[in-house]
């Protein structure tokens, strides 16, 4: 087996290959794995089969011909600007996030115009496909109406996928992954970092800067659960999908306040002390607008699982990022 991760050197690319070495694709061996950014993606540690390493940027002429011209089986599409970098940058949004995902679903229909060639395709999209105004819950029936530059650029790249699998180009699947909370390593550029950056730099001993009210609510899953969801998705029967390719998956509902509560929970009274009030307008904005909470049955149905407690994904952060222990 053959699997391409587009996206590779991020956080979650790199916890993905790091699971396909130990562990295989649905209990089939992996014979090659082509990891692919715009940096550098490192070399997988410890895997026996053959291991390629590029850097190509998906929305200059010619990058997604040459990966797909490998024909893998199953295709990781990850890389993305993040949300907040989408808002700042327009032209930059749309070229990464729009254009480079045209092209790399195009070059799959070519390749596959040329001999016969259907790969599995799991691309990664977002809640910020959601616009308010929201009821209680995101019901799985709820009106894709995105009020970001990001989220309409994952809108459209759903819509993509649905008709490029409908015409039978590739068997795609689109996932929303919830907000990924305790995202390891350096904060980034995305509107969403602060729910990390709260609990994570607490944890190490580190000061934190809260944007927003501690009311604010927001959907979640932990990185271990996001890597659990592309495994299940590229190996999941997708006649039980149906036509309606792109799927909100489960996650779990808490504000501010409640993520606050778990700190003090698990780490204590001195973590908490460590997190600094700074009101931001520009992110209370963009957060205003995404949704809070989720009822995702089909999901669940299709067997997708997260965590159900905000302890426990304060717990897998120190359990896969520290060793166990608290700084």
């Known amino acids: 087996m053959h699997i391409l991760i587009i996206g590779a050197a991020g956080m979650v690319g790199r916890k993905l290959t790091d699971r396909l070495v130990a562990s295989g694709l649905d209990g089939k061996a992996v014979e090659k794995l082509t990891l692919v950014d715009v940096v550098p993606p490192a070399a997988p540690t410890g895997f026996k089969g053959k291991a390629e390493t590029l850097t190509a940027d998906l929305s200059q002429p010619g990058a997604s ?31 990464i ?6 092209f790399l679903f195009e070059a799959i229909r070519q ?3 040329r001999a016969a060639y259907k790969p599995r395709v799991v691309f990664t999209s977002s809640i910020a496909v959601f616009g308010a105004p929201f009821g209680d819950k995101i019901e799985d029936t709820f ?24 015409k039978g180009f590739f068997d795609g699947i689109g996932i929303r992954l919830p907000t990924i909370c305790i995202r390891p390593g350096k904060p980034n550029k995305a509107a969403s970092g602060f729910f990390s950056n709260i609990l994570r730099e607490p944890l190490s001993g580190q000061e934190a800067v809260l944007p927003v009210a501690e009311n604010v609510r927001h959907w979640h899953a932990s990185p271990r659960a996001a890597v659990g969801f592309l495994l299940h998705a590229a190996t999941l029967d997708l006649e039980k999908v149906g036509a309606r390719r792109n799927l909100s998956l489960p996650g779990l509902s808490a504000t501010v306040g409640e993520q606050i509560e778990a700190l003090r929970r698990v780490a204590g009274e001195k973590a908490v002390k460590l997190i600094r009030r700074e009101p931001d307008a520009v992110i209370q904005k963009i957060v205003a607008g995404w949704p809070s909470d989720f009822n995702p049955a089909r999901a669940i149905a299709l067997g997708f699982r997260a965590e159900s407690s905000f ?17």
């Open 65 to 95: 011909e040459k990966l797909v011209a490998g024909r893998p089986d199953v295709i990781f599409h990850l890389a993305a600007i993040v949300s907040g970098e989408a808002e700042a940058d327009f032209d930059k949004g749309y070229r």
């Open 97 to 102: 996030n729009l254009d480079g995902t045209r």
């Open 111 to 113: 390749e596959g115009l």
């Open 143 to 166: 009106l894709s109406a995105p009020l970001t530059s990001y989220g309409t650029q994952k809108a459209i790249g759903e819509l993509l996928l649905s008709d490029y699998s409908r």
């Open 311 to 327: 302890d426990d994904i304060i717990r897998v952060h120190i359990e896969d990022e520290l060793g166990g222990k608290i700084g």
